[in-house]
């Protein structure tokens, strides 16, 4: 049996993100006895290396710079740097290279590839801010050499892919749209409450940065909060710039007491606090896929967020949840008060929410649409 190599380029142990999504594939794979391994594309490894903690760290990227002496370097050592690849792939008896969040890393893959050194598969996953052309236009034709080498290109949405079709400018022969999952065995309704927090809150899950939008969160829940003296914001996330400026604004609104900040959070404690929100809100002003949509879908909590191409794919608006547009501080007050007000009508929409995501968004599918990606032929 061939082995699967899933390639990160960072740790795949971070809270957040795309190793979240490597880390839950591993899981599902160990349990239905697909062999893959994770390796982190490490430049301080030209030498692969497994770790105390089992994951494989190595070099696969061969360009150090655009510039004259560093693309002469690359150049001298590149014959090396890819018999020492195809060396390590042989000795693993790898069938398939799945690099998720693609940068210049695939490139030694591709090459192997067209030199006829590796004959498995090559699958390039991308997962939002990868889809962009590199700076300078060496790096683009290299970009351009390794997609069309790839067997198969994967996006976590459709939104993702037809960006990709613009920003790279060509279809690949093998397109395919893998939705992430939500692990419904941690994300699930009826979960212990934070005595620590309100009885009664709004919710939103993303890192403290621009496009998640907390400020404008935090203006649209003070045009909520005065008929509703009870209800409290929550923002769990990742520390960034846009913490204090939320903090400020709170201040500045009179809501500094109605308003948390936890960060840094494990799943099983964000899942708590998402179970037992009275709404969950995300009004980023954009999102690939948006997986705190499903995991407050999962744990059957009303959800409200921005109207992007990501979140429209999960949610269908006066179904499962409520889209409002992007920037729209009323609009999402709106929407907010609606979820709050109409307990009946939101809690319906939560529950088709909850029967979309155990229907289409969970891991095991996620993994087995993967799967079909890594097979031979």
């Not at 996953?125 to 351009?144: K, M, N």
């Not at 009826?190 to 940065?209: E, H, N």
């Not at 996330?237 to 500094?256: N, T, V, W, Y």
């Amino acid at each position: 049996m061939s082995k699967t190599f899933l390639v990160i380029p960072w740790s795949p142990f971070h809270p957040a993100g795309v190793s979240v999504v490597v880390r839950n594939l591993v899981e599902q794979y160990k349990r239905s006895g697909v062999d893959t391994a994770v390796c982190q594309d490490d430049w301080g490894h030209p030498q692969p290396t497994r770790g105390k903690d089992g994951i494989e760290y190595f070099r696969f990227g061969m360009l150090g710079g655009t510039g004259p002496v560093a693309l002469l370097k690359s150049l001298l050592v590149a014959p090396f740097r890819l018999a020492t690849t195809a060396a390590w792939l042989r000795k693993n008896a790898v069938g398939c290279v799945n690099f998720h969040y693609v940068g210049q890393g695939a490139l030694s893959i591709a090459c192997l590839k067209a030199l006829g050194l590796f004959r498995g598969k090559l699958v390039l996953s991308f997962h939002g801010t990868d889809v962009q052309l590199p700076d300078s236009a060496i790096e683009a034709r290299l970009q351009h050499f390794y997609l069309k080498q790839a067997d198969t290109l994967t996006f976590c949405s459709r939104a993702l892919a037809q960006k990709a079709a613009q920003v790279f400018g060509f279809t690949h022969r093998d397109v395919r749209v893998v939705y992430n999952g939500v692990n419904t065995a941690i994300f699930r309704p009826g979960l212990d409450a934070d005595p620590a927090l309100p009885k009664r809150y709004v919710v939103q899950v993303g890192s403290f940065i621009i496009r998640k939008r907390q400020v404008f969160l935090v203006e649209a829940f003070a045009r909520v909060a005065a008929d509703h003296p009870d209800l409290h914001l929550v923002l769990i996330g990742m520390d960034g710039p846009e913490l204090e400026k939320a903090r400020e604004l709170a201040a500045r609104h009179g809501l500094a007491e109605r308003f948390h900040t936890l960060m840094n959070l494990t799943p099983e404690q964000v899942a708590g606090i998402v179970s037992n929100a009275a709404v969950c809100v995300q009004p980023s002003v954009n999102e690939p896929f948006g997986i705190a949509v499903i995991e407050a879908g999962a744990c059957g909590v009303p959800v409200a967020a921005s109207r992007v191409e990501g979140h429209m794919e999960t949610i269908h608006h006066e179904q499962s949840g409520l889209l409002f547009e992007v920037d729209n501080v009323d609009a999402c007050a709106i929407a907010i008060r609606r979820l709050i007000d109409n307990r009946d009508s939101a809690l319906a929409m939560a529950r088709r929410m909850k029967e979309n995501v155990d229907e289409k968004f969970t891991w095991e599918q996620c993994a087995q649409a993967y799967a079909r990606t890594y097979a031979p032929g």
